[in-house]
């Protein structure tokens, strides 16, 4: 089984930044691709940017310059750097992984608000 628990969620004021952390254990070989979704009140889980084990990111167009996915294959941790935070950021943040593909496991998730 694999585990992912995350960090760093709060409360930031629009315009500012916050970064998100992810770390796996567990059977850590069954995860190749890491990445984030987001799940704002009353709306569908949507993809917020994912990263293959060999470094390769992917953004949604909403994040896309904005936000910068990594990964430190040592630590078995992905990180998510989030600038100029806007209200419609504001979403529980998933961590999810899996071989191939994302969704195969997830974290417990932890809530970012963008609120002055």
């Known amino acids: 089984q694999v585990q992912l628990v995350e960090s760093g969620g709060g409360l930031v004021q629009p315009g500012g930044s916050l970064g998100l952390s992810c770390a796996a254990s567990g059977n850590i070989f069954r995860i190749y691709d890491m990445g984030w979704y987001r799940q704002a009140p009353g709306k569908q889980r949507e993809l917020v940017a994912g990263?293959?084990?060999?470094?390769?990111?992917y953004y949604s167009d909403s994040v896309k310059a904005r936000f910068t996915i990594s990964r430190d294959n040592a630590k078995n941790t992905v990180y998510l750097q989030m600038n100029s935070l806007k209200p419609e950021d504001t979403a529980v943040y998933y961590c999810?992984?899996?071989?191939?593909?994302?969704?195969?496991?997830w974290g417990q998730g932890t809530r970012v608000t963008v609120s002055s």
């Open positions: 999810t992984g899996g071989s191939g593909r994302l969704g195969d496991y």
């Open positions: 990263i293959t084990r060999g470094g390769r990111p």
